[in-house]
């Protein structure tokens, strides 16, 4: 038995040793103590300082940080999950020391297990692990440190794989496997990726659906459905307490409605339109998948010393002023000429891949290609996001969820996944079944003329393809023609170099194929080949956007930030609690330097609070100073030029933590109630909705010099202060409004509280000498940390059980195969 075990382990220890080495071989700087300079690493490490150092300080989780954007939940930047099984598993698969590789080794593998369930032979699978782990995208997100959507991508494959398996071979295997892979998915954390896989499987699940009522076997085919189900509900479950936070605070992010009718012809019930698509791929782009620099690649990278474009200039201003002038303009001289804002590089999936999915929809039969095909046309369609309004509005106004999530083109990934799918399943079938000669070359012709024919048509002939770039007609407007003809010959030299590339590799990916049809190689010699063709087919490309050059010693990634001279004269502030608005960094708002030292107006963050958001587009961008002093703005940190460095400046018209107003107004919807910010002092005066008139005990409020009010203890998710009042007061606090889970007790009894001045809370505090506390508590952790338990303990009771009947040989009757 346990020989037996060895035996059947020995083939996955092998592709799992192969996977770690060729990543290792990769990212080899890793072993010399080095890691990758990932920028949103970087905003991750600002702006989860605060909630890190109070975690070690007290070993409480503070579900609630302060360090960006004037406050707000912990959960959607760091939170540990107590009793989560599944995170010990995801921390061993994903550890520290050894990311990036570790990301890679976990997408080789997910799609390796993808395949294994399909039924596909060992080695071809090892091929078909390096074929989805080495796509260029996956590559790319490691660069900023995307490492969410990396775990999530790595799961993906065992998703989809494990309900394949339910349908198709043993539905409650499958189901056990399906609630562990979708419960390590949804862990991550990335919903968008969790969202796309969802597409995917709603496909399968329509064809799965049309094949049993082919067969007349309905009843299997919602048996499995049931079953799946439940797994889904277990894997949910386990990770109820992130869905739960993440779910509740959406309706006040930038992910739900908003409450302003400004602007509502680009406003959805999630994000605006405008910024969902703002990273649309174009029509033209989509040749990416095939050709890697049919634009041009990534917009971070300009044309060198051997372009025409730089000779050019070389000639005309010499040395000197040449490299001035594309240094300086990076947006004009970049290599990238796409209709995107910007770019880390192309979504290319292999040319090899291509050409094998084009043949495989010429030789497979049956849904399973149909399957697939769909997955991809329908990525590629909403991957073009503003380029084809008429769907993208489409699904924005009527499918569910779709407006929560932005950068359409990501979707792209499930083309990533259909692709290589389809490539391995169709060399699995030219290997196991017999196709007649004439239907396989009839196939391989047709293949390609396809893929080949367009190759060579952009590498003879680049011209026809659109060379445009966004600075183009403004540079010929102003009499700079000659350098848009010289980039033009630049981006058509560059598209033509990669298009002979695709072509060379669509020839020899081709005659594989055909000395495997005539058996001029064994079967092990034919899977490494293949496993070669598909590294040299992609490996290259990704090393133009990650590379050595990315990795930098360990120590300056583990000390991200250094203090300045002017951060540190703020830290030397003895007030325990005020804001500082960084100015000295390009963009405070996507920027988390500040947040790693002290508590910050702006911050990093792609789900804000909405009303926040709101202030920053409308007042905060545009300095006003009125929203800065009612958010305790105490410091700006600026650039001194004549200096040259970053100094503190006070700003003596902050409010503080708290302060009493005699003056209110009462304001009929959000639109009036931002408009009346524009003009009004909030030292005296509050401004309420009228949906909190019933909070308010009296509309006339009258303050003594002798009131006062005094923050005395601050944690991040506990505020107490100290307040003496010869009469109730109506109090506002610079803290950001958000009732779920801030509860305001005075000695210990709960009061409410409401929001003013469009983002603030306030309160009626009753007169005396009393202590007022913020306590963040959400019900939606606490509850949800018990469902996520109960879920885990059914699971590990689940699959005991399924192992007690496979070991006693009671082999579950549920099969749908």
């Given at each position: ?207 799965e659906f049309t094949k049993y009522y082919r067969e007349k076997k309905l009843q299997k085919f919602f048996r499995a459905t049931g079953l799946l189900l439940a797994a889904a509900v277990l894997s949910i479950g386990m990770n109820f307490t992130g869905l739960w936070t993440v779910y509740e605070y959406s309706k006040y992010s930038m992910r739900g409605p908003s409450d302003l009718t400004s602007d509502s012809e680009d406003r959805t019930k999630g994000l605006d339109r405008s910024y969902v698509t703002a990273w649309s791929y174009s029509k033209g782009e989509t040749f990416n998948l095939l050709i890697p620099n049919f634009k041009g690649g990534s917009s971070g990278q300009i044309f060198d010393k051997d372009s025409n474009i730089y000779k050019h200039l070389v000639s005309k201003y010499g040395p000197r002023n040449a490299f001035s002038a594309i240094s300086a303009n990076p947006g004009i001289f970049t290599q990238y000429w796409g209709s ?478």
């Amino acid at each position: 038995m346990i020989k037996k075990l060895i035996s059947a382990l020995i083939p996955h220890l092998s592709a799992i040793i192969a996977f770690i080495v060729i990543a290792s071989v990769y990212f080899s700087p890793v072993f010399e103590g080095e890691t990758l300079d990932q920028s949103d690493m970087r905003g991750y490490y600002g702006m989860s300082k605060e909630i890190k150092d109070f975690r070690e300080k007290t070993g409480i989780d503070p579900l609630w940080t302060n360090s960006m954007f004037g406050g707000m939940p912990a959960y959607l930047i760091n939170m540990k999950q107590p009793g989560q099984i599944l995170s010990k598993i995801n921390g061993f698969l994903t550890s520290y020391p050894t990311r990036p590789v570790c990301f890679v080794v976990l997408y080789m593998l997910g799609f390796y297990i993808l395949l294994q369930l399909f039924g596909v032979n060992t080695w071809l699978s090892i091929a078909g692990g390096i074929a989805y782990g080495f796509s260029s995208y996956l590559f790319i997100i490691l660069e900023p440190g995307h490492v969410t959507k990396a775990m999530a991508l790595g799961y993906m494959p065992m998703v989809i794989g494990a309900a394949y398996y339910t349908f198709n071979k043993n539905a409650i295997w499958g189901a056990v496997l399906f609630s562990f892979f979708f419960g390590l998915q949804l862990l991550t954390n990335h919903l968008q990726i969790v969202y796309y896989t969802f597409l995917i499987l709603i496909f399968f699940g329509i064809f799965e659906f049309t094949k049993y009522y082919r067969e007349k076997k309905l009843q299997k085919f919602f048996r499995a459905t049931g079953l799946l189900l439940a797994a889904a509900v277990l894997s949910i479950g386990m990770n109820f307490t992130g869905l739960w936070t993440v779910y509740e605070y959406s309706k006040y992010s930038m992910r739900g409605p908003s409450d302003l009718t400004s602007d509502s012809e680009d406003r959805t019930k999630g994000l605006d339109r405008s910024y969902v698509t703002a990273w649309s791929y174009s029509k033209g782009e989509t040749f990416n998948l095939l050709i890697p620099n049919f634009k041009g690649g990534s917009s971070g990278q300009i044309f060198d010393k051997d372009s025409n474009i730089y000779k050019h200039l070389v000639s005309k201003y010499g040395p000197r002023n040449a490299f001035s002038a594309i240094s300086a303009n990076p947006g004009i001289f970049t290599q990238y000429w796409g209709s995107q804002p910007g770019t880390s590089g192309p979504v290319y999936i292999g040319a090899s891949l291509i050409f094998i999915f084009i043949l495989g929809m010429f030789l497979l039969k049956g849904p399973f290609k149909w399957w697939l095909f769909s997955i991809t046309s329908f990525a590629i369609l909403l991957s073009w996001g503003g380029h084809f309004k008429l769907l993208t509005d489409l699904f924005l106004d009527y499918f569910p969820m779709y407006n929560k999530f932005r950068t359409v083109s990501m979707i792209l990934v499930m083309a990533e996944f259909a692709i290589p799918l389809l490539a391995i399943y169709t060399i699995h079938k030219i290997i196991n079944e017999n196709f007649s000669p004439a239907v396989f070359k009839k196939a391989i012709v047709y293949a390609l003329s396809i893929t080949g024919g367009i190759c060579l048509l952009f590498a003879l002939a680049p011209r026809i393809a659109d060379l445009n770039g966004p600075y183009d007609e403004l540079l010929s407007s102003q009499g700079y023609g000659d350098w848009v003809s010289k980039l033009k010959y630049d981006r058509a030299a560059l598209l033509s170099k990669d298009a002979f590339r695709s072509l060379i590799i669509i020839l020899v990916t081709s005659g594989l194929l055909y000395l495997q049809w005539y058996k001029k190689l064994n079967l092990k010699t034919f899977y490494i080949l293949l496993s070669l063709l598909f590294l040299i087919d992609l490996w290259p490309v990704n090393k133009r956007y990650l590379n050595d050059d990315n990795f930098v010693p360990k120590r300056i990634m583990d000390n991200p930030y250094t203090a300045t001279e002017a951060d540190k004269a703020i830290m030397n502030d003895t007030d325990l609690y005020f804001r500082v608005f960084d100015l000295s960094v390009g963009n405070p708002f996507s920027s988390s330097r500040a947040s790693y030292f002290h508590k910050s107006v702006g911050g990093y963050h792609g789900a804000k609070i909405r009303r926040y958001q709101d202030l920053i587009e409308r007042y905060i961008s545009k300095g006003n100073d009125t929203i800065l002093d009612m958010l305790n703005t105490k410091y700006l940190i600026q650039n001194d030029p004549s200096k040259k460095m970053q100094v503190a400046v006070t700003r003596p018209s902050a409010l503080g933590n708290a302060w009493f107003v005699s003056e209110l107004k009462i304001v009929e919807n959000a639109d009036e109630e931002i408009n009346s910010l524009k003009n009004f002092n909030p030292g005296y005066e509050a401004i309420v909705d009228k949906t909190f008139e019933n909070k308010l005990t009296s509309k006339s409020f009258v303050t003594d010099s002798s009131d006062y009010i005094k923050l005395i203890s601050y944690a991040p998710n506990n505020l107490k202060y100290d307040y003496s009042t010869s009469g109730d007061q109506l109090t506002v606090f610079s803290e950001i409004y958000y009732p779920e889970g801030w509860k305001l007790l005075i000695d210990g009894r709960e009061i409410p509280y409401f929001r003013v001045n469009y983002i603030l809370r306030a309160a009626v505090l009753p007169s005396g000498e009393h202590i007022a506390e913020f306590i963040f508590k959400p019900r939606s952790y606490f509850t949800g940390i018990k469902i996520a338990l109960a879920s885990t303990v059914i699971l590990i009771l689940l699959t005991g059980a399924a192992l007690f009947l496979l070991i006693t040989k009671r082999d579950p009757s549920l099969k749908s195969g």
